[in-house]
């Protein structure tokens, strides 16, 4: 079971991200700009569904991984797209968290802290299985420490793809 220091800390990111969110829709009405405020408003629903998909995949330690990585001060930032519908069950999330967290613990170790780094992870069908594409856009500094890690990922486990590698984007793709 979950800690209760863990469950109230998770309550006081949440609490804060929405009273920002809320505080952005005020702001913008009181300006008279409605098209903004609607906009964030589509963003929340938005933001809404996709963490709807990413807990119904039942890959709690995955979801919790994605949903609470931008609130621990990392090099980059993570978004998540779930495609609305996925062919099966991942069996074993074991091996895809330990390899997110070691993959995680290499990109913070080769990317530039100043430029703004983002990490997209979009999960959807392909033939029988589900592709974990993972898309980083921002600055590497040490591109061949993480090639060199990827290289080591696709030489241990069948599914993993590199697909494009530079100092400024690198993707690949996990098939479970």
Known sequence: MTDKKEVLDILQHVRHDWLNKIQLIKGYISLGRLEKAESIITDIIMESQQESRIT???LPEFAYMLITHNWQGSKFLVEYEVAEQVHK??????????WMRDFFQQLESVVHPLYENRLAISVKPVENHNQFLFHFSGKIEHVDIIENW??????????VHLLKM????????FIL
């Open 166 to 173: 530079n100092e400024t984007e690198l993707i690949f793709e």
């Open 89 to 98: 069950k991942v069996e074993d999330e074991t091996l895809l968290v330990l």
């Open 56 to 58: 119904n995949l039942k």
């Open 150 to 159: 990827i290289s080591n990922s696709e030489n241990r486990y069948n599914n």
